[in-house]
């Protein structure tokens, strides 16, 4: 399955909302600990999916995008 740069951020909004809507637990620590697990797993299955160049995605162009979107959203 690919999976695009729009499509991975999608998701991450997706599950962050997911996340926040559920009952944090001591401190929200549990769900950090979720949240971060989910996007690692997100990240390892988009690496090597083709861009909108039809170029494989690396591991480390996957956490620029991702970094680059979440300060935007600040």
């Not at 996340?19 to 769900?31: C, H």
């Amino acid at each position: 399955m690919k999976i695009t740069k729009r499509q991975l951020r999608r998701i991450i909004k997706e599950e962050k909302a997911k996340l926040i809507s559920e009952q944090p637990g001591p401190y929200g620590q549990t769900i950090l600990d979720d949240l971060t697990i989910q996007v690692e797993e997100i990240i390892d299955n988009a690496v090597g999916q083709a861009d909108m160049d039809g170029m494989p995605l690396t591991k480390r162009e996957i956490l620029d995008h991702v970094v680059r979107m979440l300060q935007e959203q600040r």
